[in-house]
């Protein structure tokens, strides 16, 4: 993130440091022992009993979206379903409460405003700014009332890391309850909408899973989805000394995409 704000002027570009701070920790954007030690927390989050919890709760969710649904079938699918869908899983898991999911689902949009580099650089670092901002003053009313009374929540977790572990700097725990919320919605949005129009596109394959509708065919064609369409179609590296990559000499701050 440094390195593209680094596009601006000097005299602009101080003006972004909440940015900076933001970008320069956390889990997703750490290396090791940062980051093992950030992944260790999380995983608490995600192991086989907590996964196999949320998963009722998500059929529920998915049976609950299914329902207003009625034949013949007119329905906007990211609209209706898979916005809702991951969007509400996430919430449900940090504890932010469905009426605030539009609210949040914003601010994540203007966080990603200079990654997806539609608008001009300064406009983008201002929008992410503001956007930023909002979300850190909404998470850390979140934070105090956890502080109040802990819940069996994500966000309670990380309180807890931070305030009792001393696992967790204030900072890292704003910035991994971001990149939760917004790495938890918006992939698993991308990868529902596209498998419905790849599985349109192949009817053949469509057909094979409406008459194998279990395991082996449906994992195994999320899988490919995923692969095929991917909700993530390239990751940034930042090479961190000089070497010798494909051949070419690459120095500090050469963006490679995988
Ligand atoms: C189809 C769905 C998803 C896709 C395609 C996807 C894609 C990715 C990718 C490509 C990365 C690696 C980024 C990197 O190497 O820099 C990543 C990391 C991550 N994702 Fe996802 N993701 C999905 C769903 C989710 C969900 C549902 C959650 C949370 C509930 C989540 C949370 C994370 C976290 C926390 C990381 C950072 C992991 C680490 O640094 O150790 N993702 N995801």
């Known amino acids: 993130m440094a390195a593209l704000l680094d596009g601006l002027p000097a005299t602009e570009r101080k003006r972004f440091q909440v940015i900076d701070d933001h970008f320069s920790v956390g889990m997703i954007r750490s290396d090791p022992p940062d980051h093992t030690r950030l992944r260790k927390l999380i995983n608490k989050a995600f192991v086989p009993r907590v996964v196999a919890e949320s998963r009722s709760q998500i059929e529920s969710l998915v049976d609950q979206l299914l329902e207003p649904w009625s034949d013949p079938l007119e329905v906007d699918l990211v609209k209706d379903f898979a916005y809702p869908l991951p969007a509400t899983a996430i ?16 601010w994540t949009l203007g966080i990603n405003a200079v990654i997806v580099g539609t608008l001009p650089l300064r ?9 930023l901002l909002e979300l850190q003053e909404y998470f850390r009313n ?33 910035s991994t309850a971001e990149n939760l919320f917004s790495a938890g919605h918006e992939t698993t949005t991308s990868l ?17 899973l409406c008459e194998n509708p279990g395991a082996p ?41 995988l």
């Not at 529902?192 to 094979?208: C, D, M, S």
Request: net charge negative; with cysteine.
């Open 91 to 106: 919430c449900q898991m940090l504890g932010v409460p469905p009426e605030d999911r539009n609210l949040v689902h914003e």
């Open 123 to 131: 406009e983008a670092a201002a929008k992410m700014q503001k956007a």
């Open 217 to 257: 065919d449906l994992p195994m064609a999320i899988e490919e989805i995923l692969r095929y369409e991917s909700p993530v179609q390239r990751q940034t590296r930042v090479v961190r000394h000089n070497c010798n990559l494909a051949g070419q000499q690459r120095g500090h701050h050469f963006f490679y995409s």
């Open 142 to 174: 979140m934070i105090a009332d956890r502080r109040q009374a802990l819940r069996n929540d994500l966000m309670s977790l990380l309180v807890t890391a931070k305030d009792e572990l001393e696992q967790l700097s204030e900072s890292e725990l704003l």
């Open 192 to 208: 529902i909408a596209n498998g419905v129009v790849t599985l349109l596109k192949h009817p053949e394959q469509w057909q094979r």
